[in-house]
């Protein structure tokens, strides 16, 4: 069974400042794709990036970037200058090759950014 | 944009009710999730459909059904709701291709049992 594991209940960081959240996960396939969601206070769940295992290239989105290890089974997101309105729960997730596109998500890590 | 809509931001419920959470979604996505969120826990799949008619269970599906007889619409049923099913309830829809794998959210049903 895969697992995803975010060890950081919590973090902060100054407006403007970059910030790494870890995430690590545990899988046989070969197959597969991560996700980070972010879930602002009180407002939806939205895709922050993805990326597909069978590449090489770290994806990135504006100022979201991801650090995939695949041996490492390691895929960090880092938030490069820091804005108010990053602040939210985030969501490291697994999804395996399948045609149900099943999630599993970690325990989700809080960043607050600080004016 | 892709909208999916949840019937209730906030619900509360006595032990023992029949409960039924809504879930809409307006973009012919084949694929349809209701999670529960628990702080500390994550998002916990409770069921899955991937056609009309069609589910299957996640990783906590006890306590819980669900109905998909409309290809935009599913619903959650609590049979006898439970305290400890007092949480937030978070519904998602997907397009069953492995490009457009990304799921969509609801905003979710905040739950209290009484």
């Known amino acids: 069974a895969q697992t995803v594991t975010q060890s950081q209940p919590e973090m902060s960081v100054q407006e403007a400042e970059t910030v790494t959240l870890s995430c690590t996960y545990d899988?046989?396939?070969?197959?597969?794709?991560l996700f980070w969601y972010k879930q602002p206070p009180s407002r939806q769940m939205i895709l922050v990036i993805r990326?597909?295992?069978?590449?090489?290239q770290n994806a990135t989105e504006n100022r979201f970037s991801v650090n995939f290890q695949k041996a490492a089974k390691s895929f960090s997101l880092k938030i490069s200058d820091s804005q108010l309105g990053d602040t939210a729960m985030y969501f490291c997730?697994?999804?395996?090759?399948?045609?149900?596109?099943?999630?599993?998500f970690g325990t989700g890590t809080r960043l607050q950014v600080f004016p | 944009d892709v909208k999916v809509t949840q019937s209730s931001r906030y619900l509360v419920k006595r032990t023992g009710e029949k409960v039924f959470l809504e879930c809409v979604q307006d973009?012919?996505?084949?694929?349809m999730f209701w999670y529960r969120q628990d702080p500390g826990l994550g998002l916990r799949l409770i069921y899955f459909?991937?056609?009309?008619?069609?589910?299957e269970k996640g990783d906590i599906p006890e306590g819980y059904s669900v109905s998909r007889e409309k290809k935009e619409r599913f619903s959650l049923i609590l049979e006898s709701a439970s305290t400890n099913q007092t949480s937030m309830y978070l519904c998602?829809?997907?397009?069953?291709?492995?490009?457009?794998?990304?799921?969509?959210f609801g905003a979710g049903t905040r739950l209290s049992v009484l």
């Open positions: 998602a829809s997907s397009l069953s291709q492995e490009t457009k794998n990304i799921q969509y």
């Open positions: 899988t046989s396939e070969n197959n597969y794709y």
């Open positions: 990326q597909e295992a069978y590449k090489q």
């Open positions: 997730a697994f999804m395996k090759h399948s045609i149900t596109d099943k999630l599993i």
């Open positions: 973009m012919d996505h084949e694929n």
């Open positions: 459909s991937y056609d009309v008619k069609m589910k």
